[in-house]
T-cell receptor, first 114, second 112 residues
Framework: EPEVTQTPSHQVTQMGQEVILRCVPI?????FYWYRQILGQKVEFLVS????????KSEIFDDQFSVERPDGSNFTLKIRSTKLEDSAMYFC????????????FGAGSRLTVL | AQSVTQLGSHVSVSEGALVLLRCNYS??????LFWYVQYPNQGLQLLLK??????LVKGINGFEAEFKKSETSFHLTKPSAHMSDAAEYFC??????????FGTGTRLTIIP
């Protein structure tokens, strides 16, 4: 069964450092998303991406965050200068864009900011 | 704006007993509704979805959910709990090809 793959599975970084989280969505999907889940809390929407541009973003997705689909397969989330409160599990998801909004999620990348 | 309320952050049931996890939604248009399951240290796996077809939806692992528009509910049930059902369950709503809005989750514990 097609799946969304994410790397790395776990990254530890120092506060202020840049982090890039990578995702390979399902190949024929058209919509791409990043969500995050702070430990013990609910899954929160960060950003959606369609037709090579951001289609929607949440209040969390400030100027420190950016997304890119550089080569037609990878979908990356960059955090420019990490803060302690960025520590979370980050989930990538993709959606075929046909009919119902059924997202397939990756296994997540756990980010720990020290 | 869409929202989801999951009643009960923790639910415990005995093995073999009925599982009932509650979800109420708010949406300005006919919604799409989903249940996802998260096992420890894993990602989100789709259990089932409602997309305006049959109101009783069957999913994986013996779970089902019923869409009740009059009650704005989409409760998840399973007739007989199994130890392997222990996980976190998230209800989510969407208004089309838009973002999913998740509930706060319900942690299901199965008592042997």
């Amino acid at each position: 069964e097609p799946e969304v793959t994410q790397t790395p599975s776990h990254q530890v970084t120092q506060m202020g450092q840049e982090v890039i989280l990578r995702c390979v969505p399902i190949s024929n999907h058209l919509y791409f998303y990043w969500y995050r889940q702070i430990l013990g809390q609910k899954v929160e929407f960060l950003v959606s991406f369609y037709n090579n541009e951001i289609s929607e973003k949440s209040e969390i997705f400030d100027d420190q965050f950016s997304v890119e689909r550089p080569d037609g397969s990878n979908f990356t989330l960059k955090i420019r200068s990490t803060k302690l409160e960025d520590s979370a599990m980050y989930f990538c998801a993709s959606n075929p864009g046909t009919g119902a909004n059924v997202l397939t999620f990756g296994a997540g990348s756990r980010l720990t900011v020290l | 704006a869409q929202s989801v309320t999951q009643l009960g952050s923790h639910v415990s049931v005995s093995e073999g007993a009925l599982v009932l996890l509650r979800c109420n939604y708010s949406s300005s248009v006919p919604p799409y509704l989903f249940w996802y399951v998260q096992y420890p240290n894993q990602g989100l796996q789709l259990l089932l979805k409602y997309t305006s077809a049959a109101t009783l939806v069957k999913g994986i692992n013996g779970f089902e959910a019923e869409f009740k528009k009059s009650e704005t509910s989409f409760h998840l049930t399973k007739p007989s709990a199994h130890m392997s059902d222990a996980a976190e369950y998230f209800c989510a709503v969407s208004e089309g090809n838009e973002k999913l809005t998740f509930g706060t989750g319900t942690r299901l514990t199965i008592i042997p």
